[in-house]
C-alpha cells in the first residue's frame, strides 16, 4: 500500500492526520506493508515549524513519524512563509517542489488522497 496525502489548508490538519491513522491502524491489522507520505505545501507548511502553536498536531505528527510515517514540505512553500529550515522538525524532509513530488509518487503507483 503506497499512499500519498496531500495537505494545503492548514484547517485540515487533524483531518489528515486521523485519515493517516485509519490507514496505518488497517495496514498493521491486516499485515499489509505500506509507504504512507504527507505533503503539506501552501500554508500548511507552517504546521511543520517548531514553533507552531497546536501541541496536539505536533504531538500526532511525532508519534507518526515514529511509526514510519514520512512528512514531507515543499521548500518553496516554506520559504514564501518566511519559515526558516531550520526551524522544521527533524522529521521533515524538503522536497524541491510540491506539485512535482506529487506527481512523481503517482509516476510510482502511490495513490493520492486530498480530504
Not at 505500506?34 to 497546536?54: G, M, P
Amino acid at each position: 500500500m503506497r499512499t500519498i496525502f496531500h495537505i494545503d489548508d492548514s484547517t485540515n490538519w487533524n483531518l489528515i492526520l486521523g485519515n493517516v491513522q485509519s490507514m496505518l491502524d488497517y495496514a498493521q491489522k491486516q499485515s499489509i506493508s505500506f509507504e504512507i507520505e504527507v505533503l503539506a505545501n501552501s500554508l500548511a507548511v507552517r504546521q511543520y515549524a517548531q514553533i507552531s502553536e497546536n501541541n496536539e498536531i505536533r504531538s500526532i505528527m511525532v508519534d507518526l513519524a515514529a511509526k514510519q510515517i514520512k512528512f514531507a514540505a515543499c521548500r518553496k512553500a516554506v520559504k514564501n512563509c518566511k519559515i526558516d529550515e531550520r526551524d522544521l522538525f527533524p522529521f521533515v524532509e524538503l522536497v524541491p517542489s510540491g506539485v512535482v513530488e506529487l506527481t512523481l509518487k503517482q509516476s510510482e503507483g502511490f495513490a493520492y488522497i486530498k480530504p
